[in-house]
Structures are given as structure tokens and as C-alpha cells.
């Protein structure tokens, strides 16, 4: 059974919605940021998806998924994204929050746990990087290329394959899945998802990774193909206090995935009790 959710849109100082689905009836307060999926489809489209994700830790934690701002301008940077969710947390009166940071949704929470440590008790950054390599610049350069000629079926297949164990195992099938996909992922603002993922390719937070002062849980897979696992390795060793997990075989969809990732979470947020 889905567990039950609520969704609002909080206007910004500045004037755009924030989309935000919340869920759950426990103590803890935990934000989470998605990755670059959001560009597709925020929280609140995706509710649903997002119920069923998150619906064995709803009796346990108070969740609030966090959408980035529904138009993205031109230049928007990974500063400016975190800009807009320091207001959110500060609006809604949620910190010191277990900050849980999703794939591209790392860098935001990376600059928020540093610059605002009064929002932040806990910090998780799941499959995710704090810098963009030539590998993973790579791989969004493909991605815009996918989008600026339409090809949504082809990028829908390729983020599914680099994400799920399982879809690699159906490579088979691609022929009939990829329409399917593409039909379903298609987003209704293309330059959403487009400003989203220029955002990132100029990512590199090195140099703040030593701010960050909470407890934080670095999660990732040992085959990711978007950030490999000694660039996640090399994040973990800048932050003084992370504790570093990889999932053995396990995509860049670990988090999604693997059964030590909940575990891990809970682990977490009890030892900031």
C-alpha cells in the first residue's frame, strides 16, 4: 500500500515554484534532492513513483522531495540551484534536516552542507560526484546532443541501462523498449532538462568539500559508468567525517537498487540522534 503524500508549490523570493512532495509520520526530518530526472519530471509529477520508492521509510522519517525550480534559466549554476533550496529549508523551517542527495542532486547539497551547516545535521550523497571528470563530461555532452536532436528514446535507453542491472541484462530487447521509454520520459519543457545538465558540466567542488562539517554517508556502485568509483572514493576522502560504502556490481542506480543503501540511511540518521 501507498503511503500517503502531500504536494504544494512554494514560491520563491524571486518569484519561481519550487515543487515539493512530502510523506511519512516520523521524527526525523530528511530532505532529498533529486538527480537529473528532475529535469524530466519533478516531485510533484512523480509523486506516485516517489510514494512507492520511498513507502518503507515513510513510518520512520518525515520525507520532503525537493524539485529545482520549475524554469531553469540559461546559465543556471549548481550555486544558484543551492541558493534556491537554502530558501526553501529556511521558508518552511525544516533544519537542521538529514540532507539525502541523489546523483546530480550531490553538488547542491555538497554547497548547502558547507555555506549553511545550520541546515544540515546529516548529509547523504548517493551515486554522485563533486567534481565532473572528462568521462562523465563526456557522457552529459551525449546527453545534450540526444536532446538537441529530440532523440528521447535513445536517451531514455541509455540513462536506463547506465542506471539499472537489469536493463543491461535485456539489451535484447532494446528495439521494443526504447519507443516505450522515450514516449513515457519525454518531458513537456525540453530546455528543462537541457539547462539542467549545462548546469553540471561546469561542476567542481574540490575545494569545498573540507567545509563540510556533518556526519555524511557516501553511497555508490563499483561499476557506475556515470561516476566511477574512484572519483566517489576521491569525494569521501575530502570530506572529514564521510563514511564511504560501494555496492559490489552495482550500477549508478545503487541507491536504487542495492539493500545496504536503506540500511545505511537509517544507520546514519540513528547515529545523529
Not at 54 to 70: A, D, G, V
Not at 129 to 146: C, E, K, S
Not at 157 to 183: C, E, H, M, N, S
Not at 217 to 241: K, N
Amino acid at each position: 500500500m501507498l503511503p500517503h503524500f502531500d504536494r504544494i508549490k512554494l514560491r520563491l523570493s524571486t518569484g519561481p515554484l519550487m515543487p515539493i512532495v512530502t510523506m511519512g509520520h516520523g521524527r526525523t526530518p530528511v530532505v532529498y534532492i533529486p538527480g537529473a530526472g528532475d529535469g524530466l519530471s519533478t516531485a510533484y509529477d512523480a509523486a506516485w513513483n516517489m510514494a512507492w520508492f520511498f513507502r518503507s521509510r515513510t513510518p520512520h522519517q518525515r520525507l520532503h522531495i525537493i524539485s529545482r525550480r520549475e524554469d531553469i534559466p540559461a546559465d543556471y549554476d549548481i550555486a544558484d540551484h543551492a541558493r534556491d533550496y537554502a530558501e526553501a529549508l529556511d521558508r518552511l523551517q525544516l533544519g537542521p534536516v538529514v540532507l539525502e542527495c541523489n546523483s546530480a542532486g550531490g553538488p547542491i547539497g555538497q554547497l548547502i552542507a558547507a555555506h549553511r551547516p545550520d541546515l544540515v545535521r546529516a548529509l547523504v550523497l548517493a551515486s554522485t560526484t563533486h567534481t565532473i571528470d572528462a568521462h562523465a563530461q563526456g557522457v552529459f555532452t551525449g546527453w545534450l546532443t540526444l536532446v538537441e536532436n529530440g532523440h528521447w528514446a535513445e536517451l531514455a535507453w541509455d540513462t536506463t541501462v547506465r542506471t539499472y542491472r537489469a536493463a543491461q541484462r535485456a539489451q535484447w530487447a532494446a528495439p521494443v523498449l526504447k519507443p516505450i521509454l522515450g514516449a513515457l520520459s519525454r518531458p513537456t519543457n525540453p530546455d528543462r532538462f537541457k539547462r539542467l545538465l549545462e548546469g553540471l558540466l561546469r561542476v567542481d567542488n574540490s575545494s569545498i568539500l573540507r567545509d563540510i562539517s556533518c556526519p555524511t554517508l557516501v553511497f555508490g556502485g563499483t561499476r557506475d559508468p556515470i561516476f566511477g568509483s574512484e572519483l566517489q572514493r576521491q569525494m569521501a576522502q575530502g570530506i572529514p567525517h564521510a563514511r564511504f560504502i560501494q555496492a559490489k556490481n552495482y550500477l549508478h542506480g545503487a541507491d536504487l537498487e542495492s539493500p545496504d543503501y536503506s540500511k545505511a540511511v537509517v544507520e546514519l540518521i540513528t547515529d545523529t540522534h
